[in-house]
């Protein structure tokens, strides 16, 4: 059975910097494609950053560019999420997820629908003050 496990949200400053980390068991991680989403207060959730399953594809939405960065460490069976910059736009729940196209073999593309991911964390919460 497949698990994700989000860990490193919580309370910074404007302009601070974090890393969350995504831990996965029960998968085979170097074959899927992981994405990150994020659900602010009163809002739907939203894509935030995705890699494809050999890390050589990244998308990611507008507001988070050069901000941002997503890396996989398939040794560790982890997905991490670097935050630079932080704005108070950017508190939210974060999400972990993981997505597996079947018959895709060893490559899954990145994608930011998140219809499109089989499995979920729980989330982790990240604070940004101003």
């Known amino acids: 059975q497949a698990r994700l496990v989000e860990s490193g949200g919580g309370l910074v400053q404007a302009g601070d910097s974090l890393r969350l980390s995504c831990a996965t068991s029960?998968?085979?991680?170097?074959?899927?494609?992981m994405g990150w989403f994020r659900q602010p207060p009163g809002k739907a959730r939203e894509f935030v950053i995705s890699?494809?399953?050999?890390?050589?594809?990244?998308n990611q939405r507008d507001s988070v560019k050069g901000r941002f960065t997503i890396s996989k460490d398939i040794a560790k069976n982890t997905v991490y999420l670097q935050m630079n910059s932080l704005k108070p736009e950017d508190t939210a729940v974060y999400f972990c997820?993981?997505?597996?196209?079947?018959?895709?073999?060893?490559?899954?593309?990145?994608?930011?629908?998140?219809?499109?991911?089989?499995?979920w964390g729980q989330g982790t919460q990240v604070t940004v003050s101003s």
């Open positions: 997820a993981a997505r597996y196209v079947a018959g895709s073999l060893y490559y899954t593309p990145s994608s930011a629908v998140a219809a499109e991911y089989q499995h």
């Open positions: 029960g998968l085979t991680f170097s074959r899927f494609s």
């Open positions: 890699i494809s399953s050999n890390g050589d594809s990244i």
